[in-house]
């Protein structure tokens, strides 16, 4: 367990910047559930964001808007995010988990085997910072360098595709048991102009040390026609610059064959989405 040597609850944004910018042992405390049971060596002074009104959720035409102290629980539940993103939500833990985890704060921790990660980068997240000034990133920028935008600043939401502006998404995945993690995990986003491939996001969770997008197979599909070869290109190409890690859920060559069967399975489910 964290020793907390100083506990804050600020009303204010700005309250909050000032404190933590105090120094690197003062971080935020959302949900709790990463930071409390983490084992830090040193004590840590927590700001908690509860105040901040920061747990709204819109959906407006092609946008969601979320703040970053939304409870997961909140995404399931929501009837306007639609099935992939609150499926993806669903999947994180179990309902204690999701009630009190936050969508903020599993940005910040970033786990490699996040399935609401790899739906938010399928939907091209873009992630909001007060740095102390605003700031506007892709979520793949800060999965690359959590540290780097992180420390001293905070991430107050973010806006992805809705359900109308994303029609084409599927997600696969295979694990142990049906509520462990993921040893691998798919997530895609199609979009289709006439009898062509408009474009393809591919997100991938067990394969890094982070969620990854697979951006040359995206480049290689766009453009490509919108028949049963994209399938078999899109797998050729996530393939071939794919190294996965071993460890107790799997070895590098199972996670690369199940790479293979899920971006096929997951495509097929979106592109049948949009047929
Ligand atoms: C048993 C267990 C299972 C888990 N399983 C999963 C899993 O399957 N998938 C997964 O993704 N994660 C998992 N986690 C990690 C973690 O619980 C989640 O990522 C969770 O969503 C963190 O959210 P939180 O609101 O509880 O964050 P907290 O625990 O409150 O904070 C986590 C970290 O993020 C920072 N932080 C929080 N909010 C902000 C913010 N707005 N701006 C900047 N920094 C912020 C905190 O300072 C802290 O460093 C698991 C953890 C445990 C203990």
């Known amino acids: 367990m964290v020793r907390i040597s100083e506990y804050h609850r600020p009303q204010t944004l700005d309250g909050v910047l000032a404190l933590l910018q105090r120094d690197q042992s003062t971080v935020p405390l959302a949900g709790g559930t990463d930071l409390v049971p ?24 092609f946008r969601i808007h979320v703040g970053a102290m939304l409870p997961l629980q909140r995404l399931v ?20 988990h999701r009630n009190a985890a936050t969508v903020g704060g599993t ?5 490699p085997h996040s399935f609401l990660l790899i739906a938010l980068l399928a939907l091209d997240a873009e992630v909001h910072l007060r ?37 084409g998404t599927a997600m696969a995945h295979v694990a142990r048991t049906p509520r462990d993690k993921p040893i691998v995990a798919v997530a895609v986003r199609v979009t289709r102009e006439g009898d062509r491939c408009g474009g393809v996001r591919i997100a991938l969770a067990g394969v890094a040390d982070r969620p990854i997008r697979a951006y ?31 460890d107790f859920r799997g070895s590098s060559e199972y996670r690369r064959e199940m790479v293979a069967v899920l971006t096929r399975r997951a495509l097929l489910d979106a592109c049948g989405k949009l047929a």
């Not at 940005?107 to 786990?111: E, K, N, R, S, T």
């Not at 506007?136 to 992805?160: C, H, Q």
């Not at 490509?224 to 290109?233: E, I, N, R, S």
């Open 38 to 61: 983490s084992k830090a060596p040193d004590a840590q002074a927590v700001v908690d964001l509860q105040a901040l009104g920061l747990d709204q959720l819109s959906v407006e035409g």
């Open 77 to 96: 539940e929501s009837t306007g995010v639609g099935e992939f993103l609150a499926g993806a939500a669903h999947l994180e833990g179990p309902i204690t």
């Open 107 to 111: 940005i910040a921790v970033g786990d």
């Open 131 to 167: 740095l102390p000034d605003l700031a506007t990133l892709s979520l793949d920028r800060i999965l690359d360098a959590p540290r780097k935008f992180l420390d001293g600043g905070l991430i107050i939401g973010l806006t992805a595709l809705s359900p109308h502006g994303a029609p």
């Open 216 to 246: 040359q197979a995206e480049d290689r599909l766009k453009g490509q026609p919108f028949d049963k070869g994209l399938v078999d290109l899109a797998v050729a190409a996530v393939l071939e610059h794919l190294n996965p890690p071993s």
